[in-house]
């Protein structure tokens, strides 16, 4: 099973400040990586997937980058409406796994 | 537009059994794999099962592997979660999610409380 680590737990920031998320893979798995976001009581949303794709209607201020074990989700300028739970999650094998979240809360 | 419509969740005895549905709309059913994922009270996301778009194929977690039966009616585009021999750990919040494509997750439900409870 492929383990992801997601770090840091928690990230305070202000609006406006950008925030850098990282997702560390227990083993290489190319670009097959998707990140989602949780809002308070939603469903996940899928905004990024292979990386770096992002997904129709997600605002550009949201990227994504890596490869291999590294991968990195940077949200630049943040507004209100960001600050949530950011989950990571691979496709390389069965199962399919997600990181443990970072919570990005307001400062 | 595309709407998942969990239900059966509900409080149920350690050891019991219960079935969780998904009413899919609003897209072409049997065209797309589909996936269970539960979130536990409090805790992050954990992938439970996938069935292909015909029904021929599944995949599990480990831990409910033995347990847990995933399967599609395309007739009725619904899709479900037998679960038997529930433990406490199950206790979760049950998502179905369609799959976009290559094993990732586009549109969820709003989800479903199992509550595993003596």
């Known amino acids: 099973e492929i383990v992801l680590t997601q770090s840091p737990a928690t990230l305070s920031l202000s609006p406006g400040e950008r925030a850098t998320l990282s997702c560390r893979a227990s083993?290489?798995?190319?670009?097959?990586l998707a990140w989602y976001q949780q809002r308070p009581g939603q469903a996940p949303r899928l905004l990024l997937y292979?990386?770096?794709n992002r997904v129709t209607g997600i605002p550009a201020r949201f990227s994504g980058s890596g490869s291999g074990t590294d991968f990195t989700l940077t949200i630049n300028s943040l507004e209100p409406e960001d600050f949530a739970v950011y989950y990571c999650?691979?496709?390389?094998?069965?199962?399919?796994?997600f990181g443990g979240g970072t919570r990005v809360e307001i400062k | 537009q595309v709407q998942l419509v969990e239900s059966g969740g509900g409080v149920v005895q350690p050891g019991r059994s219960l079935r969780v549905s998904c009413a899919a709309s609003?897209?072409?059913?049997?065209?797309?794999?589909m996936h269970w994922v539960r979130q536990a009270p409090g805790k992050g996301l954990e992938w439970v099962a996938v069935?292909?778009?015909?029904?021929?194929?599944?995949f599990y977690v480990d831990s409910v592997k033995g347990r847990f039966t995933i399967s599609r009616d395309n007739s009725k585009n619904t899709l479900y979660l037998q679960m038997n021999s529930l433990s406490v750990e199950d206790t979760a919040v049950y998502y179905c999610?369609?799959?976009?494509?290559?094993?990732?997750?586009?549109?969820w439900g709003q989800g479903t409380l199992v509550t595993v409870s003596s």
């Open positions: 069935v292909s778009y015909d029904g021929s194929n599944q």
């Open positions: 999610a369609k799959e976009r494509e290559n094993h990732y997750f586009d549109y």
């Open positions: 292979e990386a770096s």
């Open positions: 609003g897209f072409t059913f049997n065209s797309y794999a």
């Open positions: 999650q691979h496709r390389r094998n069965w199962p399919l796994t």
């Open positions: 083993q290489s798995i190319s670009s097959y």
